[in-house]
């Protein structure tokens, strides 16, 4: 059974920081691409970022990180991080680990969720 399980969201305050993990299991993700995704009250899910192996680990992020997200894997533990510095109250919204083997923004994969709060 294939499962995806976040962890690290919170409330935190506006300009804090917030690092979600999402430990993978029952197969192997090693090539697979791995992202996140949010989705916000009243809004429809959007991406996020995602991380690929591959040429060092390729990247990519949504417009509205701004460089103020990192994404990271650690495939000897199975696990994805996502580091979320400058927290805006836009932020604010459930984020979902994904996994795909091929396309993330179509991902198989989702875990259930973690809900992250940025308060004024």
């Known amino acids: 059974q294939v499962l995806l399980v976040e962890s690290g969201g919170g409330l935190v305050q506006t300009g804090g920081s917030l690092r979600l993990s999402c430990v993978a299991s029952?197969?192997?993700?090693?090539?697979?691409?791995m992202g996140w995704f949010r989705q916000a009250p009243g809004k429809e899910r959007e991406f996020v970022a995602s991380?690929?192996?591959?040429?060092?680990?390729?990247?990519d992020y949504a417009d509205f990180v701004q460089g103020r997200f990192t994404i990271s894997r650690n495939n000897a533990k199975n696990t994805m991080y996502l580091q979320m510095d400058s927290l805006k109250r836009e932020d604010t919204g459930v984020y979902f680990c994904?996994?795909?083997?091929?396309?993330?923004?179509?991902?198989?994969?989702w875990g259930q969720g973690t809900q992250v709060t940025v308060s004024s």
């Open positions: 991380f690929t192996w591959g040429n060092g680990g390729l990247t």
């Open positions: 029952g197969r192997d993700f090693s090539n697979y691409v």
């Open positions: 994904v996994a795909d083997g091929d396309n993330v923004r179509a991902s198989k994969y």
